[in-house]
């Protein structure tokens, strides 16, 4: 106003150019209250749309009306114009613009909604997602205990009649181990340490049942001890590697457990067997043990998770994990 007032040769103050400026976008901003509120009484959906068009039409003219009473109010005088004169000018000058500044925030209000509602959608969508991963996760979880203690107890079955001393000890090392998994079955996630502490108690259960015929090696960096691992996640591999690489073998066996940090930041779990290890044109995928560790890992870490199989260094299988810290 200031600028193209003094460019037509009719220069004004910059207090005429404020207040007149301010008098016509604060009286707009006073009436966009009601305006939002209208919108909001009447969101799209909430009547046919013919109806609204024809209610924001009505309700933008009254906008426009009393933007132009309110605005000769406040500006007469200032210009030695009467509040008549103002207001007729007012009616030919503002009276469209008005009604489209009206129309500018009622699609401004509904497009705000639409977004919060977008947002709120997602949000449920994403709290529906996590809540049937953690009763998946879950599920898993119940499904690998019951297998687990099925082939305890076949083990302990088959040690009764052979030494019923060690059968004896072998029942109380896997009420205490039962008691430690009951204990931490709602955490998907514990430190390496309590994992091997865990896998250990079990272990304990294999050597009875194996009179000497197994061996467990060590190869964890003390470093990785306090990193989180998901729960239960070595013991259906070590499971796996007894009853399939070493149960059925003459020989005896050896477990190797190994935990490293990687040179790209993550965690590296391997267990490995001397056994009969596996034909590479015939991966092993079937399972509860394996099967149920992949969807495990899928659930907790995505595709940044991974469990693969190689071949061992003395001939039996190594399985290799590889999760992000």
């Given at each position: 106003m200031y600028l193209t007032q003094a460019k037509v040769g009719s220069p004004v103050s910059w207090q005429f150019a404020l207040s007149r400026s301010l008098?016509?976008?604060?009286?707009?901003?006073?009436?966009?209250?009601?305006?939002?509120?209208?919108?909001?009484?009447?969101?799209?959906?909430?009547?046919?749309?013919?109806?609204?068009?024809?209610?924001?039409?009505?309700?933008?003219?009254?906008?426009?009306?009393?933007?132009?009473?309110?605005?000769?109010?406040?500006?007469?005088?200032?210009?030695?114009?009467?509040?008549?004169?103002?207001?007729?000018?007012?009616?030919?000058?503002?009276?469209?613009?008005?009604?489209?500044?009206?129309?500018?925030?009622?699609v401004a209000t509904h497009a705000a909604d639409l977004y919060r509602q977008g947002r709120e959608r997602e949000r449920r969508e994403l709290e529906l997602e996590r809540r049937l991963a953690e009763a998946r996760l879950r599920a898993l979880q119940m499904q690998l205990n019951p297998h687990f203690l099925f082939n305890a107890l076949h083990g302990v079955s088959a040690l009764m009649y052979r030494d019923v001393?060690?059968?004896?000890?072998?029942?109380?090392?896997?009420?205490?181990?039962?008691?430690?998994?009951?204990?931490?079955?709602?955490?998907?996630?514990?430190p390496l340490r309590d994992e091997l502490s865990f896998l250990e108690r079990y272990l304990a259960i294999e050597l009875i049942?194996?009179?000497g015929r197994l061996t467990v090696r060590r190869e964890v960096d003390q470093g990785t001890l306090e990193l989180r691992v998901p729960n239960l996640i070595l013991q259906p591999l070590v499971e796996n590697a007894i009853k399939h690489g070493i149960e059925s073998e003459a020989r005896p066996g050896v477990i190797t457990l190994r935990a490293h940090t990687t040179e790209t930041g993550g965690l590296r779990l391997?267990?490995?067997?001397?056994?009969?290890?596996?034909?590479?044109?015939?991966?092993?995928?079937?399972?509860?043990?394996?099967?149920?560790?992949r969807d495990r890992l899928e659930q907790l870490y995505g595709n940044r998770a991974s469990l693969e199989l190689h071949p061992g260094q003395d001939g039996g299988l190594r399985v290799v994990l590889e999760l992000p810290i």
């Open positions: 008098a016509d976008w604060y009286t707009f901003a006073l009436l966009s209250v009601p305006a939002i509120v209208l919108a909001g009484r009447f969101p799209l959906g909430s009547a046919p749309l013919r109806l609204l068009v024809i209610l924001h039409l009505l309700a933008s003219l009254v906008f426009s009306l009393v933007w132009m009473l309110l605005r000769a109010g406040l500006t007469v005088g200032l210009d030695g114009t009467s509040f008549a004169e103002t207001l007729r000018y007012a009616l030919v000058a503002t009276l469209v613009f008005n009604m489209l500044v009206y129309w500018v925030i009622v001393d060690a059968a004896d000890t072998m029942l109380v090392r896997l009420s205490e181990l039962l008691r430690e998994a009951l204990h931490r079955t709602d955490e998907p996630w514990v049942r194996f009179s391997e267990v490995e067997d001397n056994g009969r290890g596996y034909d590479p044109e015939k991966p092993v995928t079937s399972g509860i043990g394996l099967a149920n560790c």
